[in-house]
């Protein structure tokens, strides 16, 4: 099977799996399990393209010109297959806990989100695989309309509320931001393709580059950047399942992947860097990262602490984004994928509780160690990767985005970024210290155990053993994304 | 009205026949003088809305059933396209009269040109004669 | 036949249009349409394969008579893509009118519709394929008198009185263009529209010239409802039958951007010192399709009636068309030209998904429509689709055209006008959600029950169109490319 194979079938498996999913309706078993299926065989596909990836080859598909000289085309290229290699091997998993959480909560319209959340993989892979900004946009738009419709599943006020804020931000940021940055870099440069070194270097200047990159930075909505956060929490209402893959991995890590390919290969790392026009873009980082972990102190509700958590955890990828330096930039690729494991295993955590407790608010938690001890030992496991304490994959990706910070002087960035993992101890360890440390409000001091169904318990810890294995895999990693920066001993 | 016989037979009996005579003049001068398809129309129509006046709408209408009146609209527009249509078919454009007759072109223009205009003088008394049945109507006779 | 291309998707409608009266029979003159319809649609594309690859123009004259005495017929690429647009867009809501019609205009009255419609359509395309400024008069009247008529048969009493505004509107604006039209052949000596762009420069910055083309700017707008000459377009489009509306939303103002664009460009031109269009295009234009994006689109989120809804949203997207057209430039225009047709498709698409929901649940007014997501998936999913091609969503065919828009609109430095124009697609997302929320988050009023998803008669000309608006949305050859080229040949780029 050559590269350009696996790639065209890297996109045609989503779309399979979520046509299945809207035909076969009658029968779930079969349906569930054909999902199953092509997301293994999408994760076959997608590991095979590896090998490819690490030797240096960069194969491209152009499939029809949209406009005259842009057409939809497809590039793999080390960023993306880092992402498409996340978004694959997290796509099974979420699977099956997707099916143990909406059979254990008797949700209605099952086909319609296994449909639209096959689309919305489908999407997130075209992402990763866009060769230009147009095919990214493309992806980037049609991931917020499929995701939608799993926000808003429940369909009551509280859904609609929820997704008028999600689609309402995400739409509007894109259309009079993102959209307005693609065409104005088109008409400057003439071309939208990713080429290595950006293509704006030398075309555009002055202010005009700070203008460019705000629209593109806040554009992105799904980057979460504040003020443009208030997406994140609201899309909360969906089903966990939803939270889990969509918020914690697909959407949000598409809007940073977003960010980090129009620095890396509209801008270019050299470009940014000899203009600084990216420093103001530190700070807004920054403000995000520790206002979003200040806010995720206050909340009591499990997962808007997490949701918010997130917006300040996808502030660290885009800080690494804009300090467009050899660490930022290896920092940023790498904490997408170890903020990723380490977030779904938070998010698959508190659906379990809701399965099997029926508990959302942080202050209910007290004890439920003794009853969940597996999920909530997975949970723990997450949380310090995702603060970032070795042996876990999240050690890593701060490490080097705090080395990015340190060789770019910001002595102060550094420092956020300290106080920022202090916070996340904050917010996150209290949990696990309630739930075994603290007997239960009610019953028995150590209840009998009460676990979530097995196919949300062994994704979930799938998940957290995930993250303690990233600490010991990371040198793949950093050699994949090592070539993404110029001069730094990895070619390209 | 149909009290008033000084009009009844005056303006409708004796004058009728010659408005409308008058009419197939205009039609068929209208190639050498003044005139043509337009004024002959409205002069029929015109003629013939007089009779409605004089003996109300029903008795003209028994005359000239509404089906007619109607049909003739559209006949006329098929005349004159029709014309069209055969020239384009003996070779020539759209309404090129000439080709109409294979020897002369300008007898071709004449045939012509006199078809197009019978066309035109029907489509306009029909039409004339549907617009003053739906005013003074009101409704009651429209389809 | 090929050699009397140009004139036969005007002949064919035309001389239909009597034959389907004469039938009297109401399945004989709807077949008879829909036949000729879908025939002249082939004429259409063939026209504009011929245009596109010859890259000449189709000329034609009527009776043989050459253009200083006669009627020239006179298809370039731009007159072939608006025959399609009208063409194509007439005969896929022609197919769907039968039963439609059947529950809204009563049974005796179909051969009638039927002629009207045909007649309508004529209009149309005799606009778009004549070289001669009376002669598009003449047309525009053609189609006009039909639409007052196909629009008094809506079933609410109100269509009348839609109507009769819509008459005395738009006869003010068809007398305007006769004005401007007589005042230009005072000036130029013909009404030839070639010709007179020939003589047009000699009658620089004469007073009668200008006059005219105040005229003509004001009857134009009046007929394609360009704010604020809009006052007739909401209610003619809410209370005229479904197809009616689907057929008049998507070409007839259309049609009328088209001859805007042909006096802008063809007579007047935009370059040199001969250019006297210039306040319109710099300031007149601009201002009233801005003021148009933002008023029109802000009304159309308080509309209570959808159909109503999507007729202000059609005023707000003239005023994108109208941009275009002003901005002079090959992107630009290409948008302009693009969106004709894209937003033909869209709004078609929109307005016969009304038609199946009119016909289902017999009303078009949204607080009936809550929990219609559920009663009729299939429908309500074809107007998200279109809904989304109203805002400009990526993968759609509003998207194409709003591209192209703000690039020509940045490529002339007017950074304001790009924002502007994607602001104000932002106010389509409310309105398009307003009705996806209704229609999907609500329960369905009581009583309602046994609401089912429309017949396939009706479904299958939805997806046609709706599904078009996709596609021209990937595949832009025969729509975006066309228009470009169209743009190039009025700038006289390409000869």
């Known amino acids: ?492 | 009205m149909r009290e008033v016989k000084i009009l009844r037979v005056v303006s409708a009996k004796t004058l009728l026949p010659f408005i409308l005579l008058f009419a197939l003049y205009v039609q068929f001068h209208g190639d050498f003088g003044p005139g043509g398809g337009f004024q002959a129309g409205v002069i029929f129509g015109a003629g013939l809305i007089l009779h409605a006046l004089v003996f109300g709408l029903n008795e003209s209408r028994r005359v000239i059933p509404e089906w007619v009146i109607e049909s003739a609209a559209a006949v006329g527009v098929l005349i004159y396209g029709g014309v069209g249509v055969v020239a384009m078919l003996k070779g020539g454009k759209f309404l090129e009269y000439g080709v109409l007759d294979a020897h002369d072109r300008v007898h071709g223009q004449h045939t012509g040109l006199i078809l197009i205009e019978l066309g035109v003088g029907v489509t306009v008394s029909a039409v004339m004669l549907a617009i003053y049945g739906a005013l003074a109507g009101r409704g009651r006779l429209s389809t | 036949m090929s050699e009397h291309l140009a004139v036969l998707p005007v002949l064919l409608p035309l001389l239909a249009a009597p034959i389907c009266f004469l039938l009297r029979n109401r399945i004989a003159a709807m077949g008879t349409a829909i036949a000729v319809c879908w025939v002249t649609f082939v004429a259409g594309v063939v026209l504009l394969r011929t245009v596109v690859t010859t890259g000449a123009p189709a000329i034609y004259e009527l009776g043989g008579w050459s253009a200083d005495v006669g009627i020239v017929y006179h298809v370039d690429t731009l007159a072939a893509f608006v025959v399609v647009l009208v063409s194509s867009l007439g005969a896929v809501v022609l197919t769907f009118a039968p039963q439609s019609i059947a529950k809204e205009i009563p049974k005796e009255k179909h051969h009638f519709f039927a002629a009207l419609y045909l007649l309508s359509m004529a209009g149309l395309l005799g606009i778009a394929v004549t070289g001669d400024l009376f002669n598009v008069f003449v047309f525009l009247e053609i189609s006009s008198l039909s639409t007052y008529a196909l629009i008094s048969l809506g079933q609410d009493r109100r269509a009348l009185t839609a109507t009769f505004r819509y008459l005395i509107l738009g006869t003010v604006g068809a007398t305007f263009i006769l004005i401007g039209t007589g005042l230009m052949y005072q000036m130029t000596g013909t009404l030839n529209m070639a010709e007179m762009a020939a003589h047009i420069r000699e009658t620089e910055g004469v007073r009668t010239v200008l006059v005219a083309i105040a005229f003509l700017t004001a009857g134009i707008g009046l007929k394609m409802a360009l704010f604020p000459l809009h006052a007739w377009l909401p209610n003619a489009y809410c209370y005229a039958p479904s197809s009616v509306t689907a057929f008049v939303a998507a070409t007839s103002t259309k049609v009328s951007v088209y001859v805007l664009i042909r006096w802008i460009y063809t007579i007047f031109g935009t370059q040199g010192p001969g250019s006297m269009s210039g306040v319109v295009v710099d300031l007149v234009l601009p201002a009233m399709a801005i003021s148009g994006m933002f008023i029109a689109s802000t009304v159309a989120i308080f509309q209570t009636n959808v159909k109503r809804l999507l007729a202000f949203s059609s005023v707000a997207q003239i005023g994108y068309m109208a941009l275009g057209v002003s901005l002079v430039s090959e992107s630009g225009l290409t948008a302009g030209i693009a969106h004709l047709f894209n937003h033909a498709l869209t709004k078609g698409g929109l307005f016969l998904a009304m038609g199946c929901i009119a016909y289902r649940i017999g009303s078009v007014q949204l607080a009936d429509m809550r929990g219609l997501g559920r009663r009729m998936p299939v429908t309500m999913f074809l107007w998200v689709l279109g809904g989304l091609g109203l805002i400009g969503v990526p993968c759609t065919a509003g998207f194409v055209s709003k591209w192209y828009l703000v690039r020509a609109a940045l490529e002339q430095d007017a950074l304001y006008l790009a924002v502007i124009i994607l602001l104000s697609s932002l106010l389509a997302v409310i309105y398009v959600w307003r009705v996806i929320e209704t229609a999907y988050f609500q329960e369905p009023p009581e009583g309602k029950d046994e609401v089912t998803e429309a017949p396939l008669s009706l479904l299958i000309p939805t997806a046609v169109l709706i599904g078009a608006s996709i596609y021209f949305g990937l595949f832009t050859e025969w729509s975006a490319d066309v228009a470009g080229l169209a743009a190039r040949e009025l700038l006289g780029v390409v000869r």
Not at chain 1, 162 to 190: C, D, E, F, K
Not at chain 1, 298 to 313: F, G, I, P
Not at chain 1, 432 to 444: K, Y
């Open chain 1, 1 to 492: 099977m050559t590269s350009e194979m696996a790639m065209i079938l890297a996109l045609v498996l989503p779309l399979v799996a979520a046509g299945l999913s809207f035909v076969i309706r009658s029968a779930p078993n079969v349906r569930d399990a054909c999902s199953l299926a092509v997301g293994v065989a999408l994760l076959g596909v997608v590991i095979s393209l590896v090998p490819t990836v690490m030797d240096g080859g960069r194969p491209e598909i152009v499939l029809f010109e949209i406009f005259e000289g842009l057409p939809i085309a497809f590039r793999l290229e080390p960023l993306g297959m880092l992402f498409l290699l996340v978004v694959a091997t997290l796509w099974v998993i979420t699977t099956c806990y997707a099916i143990g959480y909406m059979r254990g909560h008797h949700e209605v319209n099952q086909s319609r989100f296994f449909g639209c959340f096959g689309l919305a993989i489908f999407a997130s892979a075209g992402a990763a695989l866009a060769g230009n900004m147009l095919t990214l946009f493309f992806f980037y738009e049609l991931l917020t309309l499929s995701t939608y419709p799993l926000v808003t599943h429940h369909q009551n006020e509280k859904a609609k509320r929820g997704g008028r804020i999600y689609l309402g931000i995400l739409i509007s940021t894109s259309i009079a931001m993102l959209l307005l940055a693609v065409i104005w870099t088109y008409v400057i440069a003439g071309t939208l393709d990713f080429r290595e070194g950006g293509i704006l270097a030398g075309k555009a200047e002055g202010p005009m580059v700070i203008v460019l990159l705000a629209l593109y930075a806040f554009g992105t909505g799904k980057a979460a950047l504040m003020p443009f956060h208030r997406w994140l929490p609201a899309a909360m209402v969906a089903p966990t399942p939803v939270s889990a893959l969509l918020h914690a991995v697909a959407v949000v890590k598409v809007g940073v992947f977003t960010v980090l390919k129009v620095v890396i290969y509209i801008f270019g790392i050299g470009f940014l860097t000899d203009t600084k026009a990216s420093v103001w873009l530190m700070w807004a980082a920054a403000t995000t990262i520790l206002l979003g972990s200040l806010v995720a102190m206050t909340k009591d509700n499990l997962k808007e602490r997490l949701a918010y958590s997130t917006v300040s955890q996808l502030g660290y990828i885009v800080l690494g984004a804009a300090l467009a330096s050899q660490w930022g930039i290896i920092g940023s690729g790498m904490h997408i994928a170890m903020h990723a494991v380490g977030k779904i295993t938070l998010f698959f955590a508190a659906g379990a509780i809701y399965v099997a407790a029926h508990k959302t608010q942080v202050s209910q938690l007290r004890g439920i160690g003794r009853s969940m001890p597996f999920t909530m030992t997975a949970y723990s496991l997450g949380a310090i990767s995702v603060i970032g304490l070795p042996p876990f994959g999240g050690a890593w990706s701060k490490w080097y985005l705090a080395l990015g910070a340190a060789e770019a002087g910001q002595a102060i960035l550094v420092g956020v970024l300290m106080v920022s993992s202090l916070l996340n101890i904050w917010y996150l360890m209290p949990i696990t210290m309630n739930a075994f440390f603290v007997p239960p409000d009610e019953g028995p001091a150590y209840p009998p155990i009460k676990e979530a169904p097995l196919f949300c318990v062994v994704p979930l810890c799938l998940t957290a053993l995930g993250s303690l294995a990233l600490f010991f895999c990371a040198e793949p990693i950093y050699r994949l994304l090592l070539p993404l920066v110029p001069g730094a001993g990895g070619g390209g």
